[in-house]
């Protein structure tokens, strides 16, 4: 793994983010003060059981949620706060998403899947879609351009959409369960991209239940209960503190 200086910029900055939905029985406390950074450059997987918050905290990242309480910053801009007009730009220009089930458009070729992103954020068609076709080429799906997903196999449809994602040259990149729905073979392969992109210097952050699947990572942030435990010195002491419920 290629190492990230400490003067690095910060890329990813969250501060006592709080996320509350509400339930039948109680309110359920998906994330209860959350603090971390993460530097440009840096692939960090964050791991946790099931309902520990991970996937909440990374589509609050995303802009997809919005944190009750706290502050999200992401490539120097806060994005909490914002309205969702705003924040769907933001998040087109300066985001990638991948999604465990890829969520992918199957009414059109896998280039059209990526192209249309990139049209949609103003780029030129011819070069929305030359950049598709650079992205198959890497991602080894270059004989696949004119293909629908639905004859693609679970991790070329996964290498499909990290292409989409990276079509717009975002800044930050997160991965919901990426490996998920893939069998072994798959999830190596996908983790192995992820890798080969972290040496190329983009920066990841990853969600999983899996210790495996967080290994192939620069570093680990644990989580539990709606809090980090174990990230850096600094953001697990912040996290921690912020952790009991207000009441």
């Not at 914002?82 to 769907?88: E, H, I, L, Q």
């Not at 198959?136 to 679970?154: E, H, I, K, T």
């Not at 994602?165 to 798959?186: H, I, K, R, W, Y």
């Amino acid at each position: 793994m290629s190492a990230v200086a400490p003067t690095a910029p910060v890329v990813l900055r969250l501060r006592g983010v709080r996320r509350t939905f509400d339930a039948e029985l109680a309110p359920v406390r998906a994330l209860r003060g959350v603090n971390l950074e993460i530097r440009a450059g840096e692939f960090v997987a964050i791991i946790g059981p099931s309902g520990c918050g991970k996937s909440t905290l990374l589509n609050v990242v995303a802009g997809l949620e919005t944190a009750d309480e706290g502050t999200v910053e992401v490539a120097g801009e806060t994005i909490s706060g914002r309205d969702p007009d705003w924040t769907a730009r933001f998040r087109r220009h300066h985001i990638g998403v991948v999604f465990q089930f890829f969520n992918l458009i199957d009414g059109v070729s896998a280039m059209q899947n990526i192209a249309l992103p990139a049209a949609i954020a103003g780029m030129r068609r011819r070069d929305a879609e030359a950049r598709a076709r650079d992205l198959l080429d890497l991602l080894g799906l270059g004989d696949r351009a004119d293909q629908l997903p639905s004859v693609l196999s679970g991790g070329q449809r996964q290498r499909l959409a990290i292409a989409r994602a990276l079509v717009n040259e975002p800044a930050l990149l997160l991965a919901d369960e990426p490996t998920g729905a893939l069998d072994s073979d798959g999830g190596l392969e996908i983790l192995e991209l992820f890798r080969r992109l972290h040496m190329d210097g983009h920066t990841i952050v990853m969600v999983t239940h899996s210790a495996e699947v967080a290994a192939g990572a620069g570093r680990l942030v644990h989580m539990r209960d709606g809090v980090i435990i174990d990230g850096r010195a600094e953001d697990a002491g912040a996290s921690e503190a912020h952790g009991d419920d207000r009441e």
